[in-house]
T-cell receptor, first 113, second 113 residues
Framework: GAGVSQSPRYKVAKRGQDVALRCDPISGHVSLFWYQQALGQGPEFLTYFQNEAQLDKSGLPSDRFFAERPEGSVSTLKIQRTQQEDSAVYLC???????????FGPGTRLTVL | GDSVTQMEGPVTLSEEAFLTINCTYTATGYPSLFWYVQYPGEGLQLLLKATKADDKGSNKGFEATYRKETTSFHLEKGSVQVSDSAVYFCALSGGNTGNQFYFGTGTSLTVIP
């Protein structure tokens, strides 16, 4: 596609619910990243894939957060038992290869009530 | 660890004024430096980048020079327009910590006619 797409754009969840956020990277991009952007802050790294391999998940804040990219293209970020502090914009980015410029999707705004 | 510090906002300027947004970084290795812009309601867009010391990135009238001696990457524009109103993020990538991005907290710019 023309750019990175994410869905849904907005998600409201009740505390304790599970959510799944989808990212469609630019076709052919090997690297895929997830970031969390709290209100008024810069994005913070969550995890990184190269093809289907999750090479770095050091930024995931707890074991309630899980990400996958089973076929090396679309990725899903799953948050189990959501908490209010999970409310943020979740950004996905992709790059052609390691070290190349990252292109960001529009983000999913998650609100946990 | 790697980090980016950018000047706090918000910044309000009159149209055609000169803009400087300061950014300094801490990194091991030889990172690349970036400025991203986030227009209201949109995702992060790459504005410009520089990959090595003394490189100057430029785009849409904006410029930033990678200064290793002062560990800085200040964003400048000679004459801002109303359409430049956005949040600007300084970021680095590719130091010794791999391909993930480290972002500053963002600087909100409002340009008034």
């Amino acid at each position: 596609g023309a750019g990175v797409s994410q869905s849904p754009r907005y998600k409201v969840a009740k505390r304790g619910q599970d959510v799944a956020l989808r990212c469609d990277p630019i076709s052919g991009h090997v690297s895929l990243f997830w970031y969390q952007q709290a209100l008024g802050q810069g994005p913070e790294f969550l995890t990184y894939f190269q093809n289907e391999a999750q090479l770095d998940k050091s930024g995931l804040p707890s074991d309630r957060f899980f990400a996958e990219r089973p076929e090396g293209s679309v990725s899903t970020l799953k948050i189990q038992r959501t908490q209010q502090e999970d409310s943020a914009v979740y950004l996905c980015a992709s790059s052609l290869a390691w070290g190349d410029t990252q292109y960001f999707g529009p983000g999913t705004r998650l609100t946990v009530l | 660890g790697d980090s980016v510090t950018q000047m706090e906002g918000p910044v309000t300027l009159s149209e055609e004024a000169f803009l400087t947004i300061n950014c300094t970084y801490t990194a091991t290795g030889y990172p690349s430096l970036f400025w991203y812009v986030q227009y209201p309601g949109e995702g992060l867009q790459l504005l410009l980048k520089a990959t090595k010391a003394d490189d100057k990135g430029s785009n849409k009238g904006f410029e930033a020079t990678y200064r290793k001696e002062t560990t800085s990457f200040h964003l400048e524009k000679g004459s801002v327009q109303v359409s430049d109103s956005a949040v600007y993020f300084c970021a680095l990538s590719g130091g010794n910590t791999g391909n993930q991005f480290y972002f500053g907290t963002g600087t909100s710019l409002t340009v008034i006619p």
